[in-house]
């Protein structure tokens, strides 16, 4: 019974879900990457990691095109694509700061934020995205940045990297809030979940 009930599941799948998937592949292959590079530093795996991100993406937009060409789109797979969003543009590049030296308890809270930030974007997205189409098929504009935009701050990392500007050396360097430390580098986080929540800012949908 189980068996057959998730071979259901796996048929009620549109050709995009199985992008969607692979983008939340990428994500959690880019938090796995990390955790090789904290075990060995070996900066292959920070590369690695951020690339990933990067291949989320492609991921992600291509699973809207397919939806589009297909014309097959429903709420499973919207629900989906916000789930593997979280983890490939949230949690993923959260990861990645922490693991380069952005480790502070000021820095973990900024962490926290973006990815709350994140989260609570993509569920107003889902429960507003009907009025936002304004009749229509499809979406006319964002409210707040979508957030795979944090794939800048993930390319921004690996700049620092390429650079060696990480660890100990990481650009603007460290400073003490009370008995804390915070990385100045950890702040483009909170201007990014910022501009993610932000109910001002339209971002027209191409």
């Not at 995009?16 to 983008?23: E, I, M, Q, R, V």
């Not at 060995?40 to 991921?59: K, R």
């Not at 940045?145 to 390429?162: F, H, R």
Request: aromatic residues 10%; neutral net charge.
């Amino acid at each position: 019974m189980k068996q057959g009930q998730h071979l259901s599941m796996i048929r009620s799948f549109h050709l995009a879900d199985w992008f969607t998937l692979g983008n939340a592949a990428c994500g959690v292959g880019a938090l796995f990457s990390m955790m090789s590079y904290l075990q060995s530093p070996d900066v292959l795996h920070l590369f690695f990691a951020c690339g990933l991100v990067a291949l989320a993406l492609v991921f992600d937009i291509l699973d809207g095109r397919v939806a589009r060409w297909r014309q097959q789109s429903s709420v499973l797979g919207r629900e989906l694509d916000s789930l593997a969003d979280v983890i490939s543009f949230g949690v993923a590049p959260a990861a990645i700061a922490y693991g380069v030296g952005m480790d502070g308890l000021w820095d973990r809270v900024i962490l926290i934020y973006f990815v709350a930030c994140g989260v609570s974007r993509l569920a107003r997205y889902n429960v507003t995205a009907e009025t936002l189409a304004l009749g229509s098929d499809k979406v006319k504009y964002f409210e707040g940045t979508p957030i795979p935009t944090s794939l800048l701050l993930v390319i921004v990392i690996a700049i620092a990297a390429v650079y060696g500007a990480i660890g100990n050396h990481l650009w603007f360097g460290m400073v003490h809030i009370g008995p804390w430390q915070l990385h100045p580098l950890v702040l483009m986080f909170a201007v990014s979940g910022s501009l993610m929540i932000s109910r001002t800012l339209h971002i027209p949908k191409l």
